[in-house]
């Protein structure tokens, strides 16, 4: 009776361990997910932010081409509103509007007028 | 005895599988991560490819501006107004090398673009490089 007792209590405790154990890795592969997914988010947004500094890079290169180019063709030239690149440092060169680090120098002065609209002189 | 075997082979089974499993996952999510990362990393290469192309097109027409305004480009004021490195002129006509200037030290990229002009009633080839 007895012996039959101690043996039903060890094979709980053996039980419980092991459903500790289960626990444990469980909870190891929830970190290890978890550490996955993070990673995955970082990488991702890694990403999206190159491709986004390429784009913006590009758009930015075309339009001061044209820029130029208009300059050099027309001696004074308005340029559209909706440009993705904004003139700094005295209209010589040309910053993205979405990523202001994103920068073009420029060949021709951009100069803006009373009314807000720019312009660019063959100088 | 052999009840206690079967469960011990089930349980080492389970966590070799588990273990494959998360180094599968480690090793795809690793891939994944490399091929976004080079992927990124070519969006960002061929974007300077192309703004280094278009920026020695555009210098390329200031400095036959220039030129046609009886004027010599001032190098070595356009790269430090242009914050670049490197910047070149190159003329020359079927004979040779009729005059050639440069400012800066040359960095790992140099864009070039070659233009024809008329000067002085002849044919010549202007080449504009900026790094």
Redesign the interface.
């Known amino acids: 009776m007895v012996a039959r007792q101690e043996s039903q209590e060890g094979a709980r405790g053996a039980r419980g361990q092991s459903s500790l154990e289960a626990l444990l890795?469980f909870a190891a592969?929830l970190c290890?997910l978890a550490v996955?997914a993070h990673?995955?988010r970082a990488?991702?947004d890694?990403?999206a932010?190159?491709?986004g500094?390429?784009?913006a890079?590009?758009s930015?290169?075309?339009e001061?081409?044209y820029i130029?180019?208009s300059a050099?063709i027309v001696p004074t030239a308005e340029l559209q509103r909706n440009l993705s690149g904004v003139p700094i440092s005295d209209g010589?060169w040309l910053a993205s509007r979405r990523i202001g680090a994103v920068r073009?120098?420029l060949?021709?002065r951009i100069s803006v007028d009373a009314k807000g609209r720019y312009y660019v002189q063959?100088e | 005895m052999c009840k206690m075997n079967d469960a011990k082979r089930t349980r080492a089974f389970w966590?070799i599988d588990?273990a494959f499993a998360?180094v599968l996952?480690?090793a795809m999510?690793a891939m994944?991560?490399a091929v976004?990362?080079a992927?990124?990393?070519q969006?960002?290469d061929?974007?300077?490819e192309?703004?280094g192309a278009?920026?020695s097109?555009?210098?390329s027409?200031?400095a036959?501006?220039q030129a046609d305004g009886g004027k010599e480009a001032d190098l070595q004021a356009l790269l430090e107004?242009?914050?670049?490195e490197y910047a070149s002129l190159r003329v020359a006509d079927s004979g040779g090398e009729l005059s050639f200037a440069s400012a800066g030290e040359k960095p790992g990229a140099v864009y070039c673009t070659t233009r024809l002009d008329v000067r002085e009633g002849r044919m010549v080839k202007l080449e504009a490089c900026i790094g």
């Open positions: 890795a592969l290890a996955l990673a995955a990488q991702s890694a990403f932010s190159a491709v500094e390429a784009d890079r590009t930015l290169a075309r001061a081409f130029d180019l050099s010589k073009e120098p060949f021709h063959n | 966590s588990a998360l996952s480690v999510f994944f991560s976004l990362y992927a990124g990393m969006a960002l061929g974007a300077g192309a703004s278009l920026l097109a555009r210098f027409y200031y036959l501006a107004g242009m914050g670049r």
